[in-house]
């Protein structure tokens, strides 16, 4: 999925891990604490199924848990259920596989038991670089089970029983918007050819390792000229601009914003995606029985807005970009706002 290197910003200078631990390990609202590895962005979980070490990606964005056929795998292993037709609308693909009624994944004495996995042999119909370094994908069946708090400084992510107290450990919380059990942020926002904000909906996607995409023609109407629209729609090229973000109390610069040439199927229902990279800043914990997104920020701000980088880019259905700069058509920098939680949360 990356496209191409662009300049990198400075490096998110860290609290201590002492510093920024969430809680005691003898905590008896954390059912277990796990090792991560974040690549490209994303966060990834290495589980074991049927005594198979198998790399899970965590994606909120997934509708339920996703397993890839893997040579460790025996016949008796996966045994192959009801078949269906599989599709990612972001990737603009789709396959065949199975939906297995009971999958178990383990680390240690942890147990996750899925009754809606999905099962997936043909890995190359679906996207090389979605299925890179992933032998699975842990969707929304695993966000129902647990509030899953990631702690980038630890490398470990920490799964909590449902109805802890969350709030005198975290300066943040945004409320999700679900539509069904899909989550989503409101993200106000006045892109460049705006005459005032609009609120946009946007995927709340932990499995994109990008930063903001927009899919909406008349932004992509808007964001380049006949000649352009022409020939990026032919060639399958967007537009990316770089605005600044308010984000809760954090003002974040230099937000790669992708505006796509065409909308994925199946993507009526929404205007965009937030991926993996806008939370790297953040300690945080995703709660979607509450609707909740709780942050801390892993940066110390004196005024100062706070840079991703940018080192390498990434548009979620590959697609070529062309990057403008839209500042001398409006006279000012865009700003773009998510809004927050109208709820006091102590610090």
Known sequence: MPVTSLHAAPPITEKPAAEEASQEEADPDVLARLPIEIINNRVHVTLKVKGTPVQMLLDTGASTSVLFKNPGFSDETIKAGEATDISFPAFRAATKGYRLSEVDFTAGDFRFTSHNTLFIENRDEISGDLSFRIEGILGRDF?????????????????????????????????????????????????????????????????????????????????????????????????????????????????????????????????????????????????????????????????????????????????????????????????????????????
Do not use: C
């Open 143 to 347: 966000f129902d089970a647990y509030i899953v708090e990631v702690i980038p400084s630890q490398k470990t992510m920490a799964l909590i029983r449902h109805g802890s107290k969350l709030g005198d450990r975290f300066k943040y919380r945004h409320q999700l918007y679900m539509d069904g059990r899909t989550p989503y942020l409101l993200h106000r926002s006045r892109l460049p050819w705006e005459k005032r904000p609009t609120v946009k909906k946007l995927l709340m996607d932990t499995g994109y390792p990008g930063g903001i995409v927009l899919w909406d023609d008349r932004h992509f109407t808007q964001a380049t000229n006949p000649t352009e629209r022409e020939q990026f729609k032919a060639e399958n090229k967007g537009v990316i601009y770089y605005g600044i973000i308010k984000f809760g109390r954090l003002i974040f610069k230099n937000i790669p914003i992708f505006i796509g040439p065409n909308a994925p199927t199946k993507t009526d229902e929404r205007e965009g995606i937030i991926g993996a990279s806008m939370f790297l800043p953040f300690r945080y914990a995703i709660d979607l029985e509450r609707n909740s997104l709780w942050l801390n920020p892993r940066v110390r701000s004196f005024g100062d807005a706070y840079q991703i980088s940018n080192e390498v880019i990434y548009t979620p259905g590959n697609e070529g970009f062309v990057v403008k700069d839209f500042s001398p058509r409006i006279g000012i920098t865009p700003t773009i706002v998510l809004k927050r939680d109208t709820e006091v949360v102590p610090d």
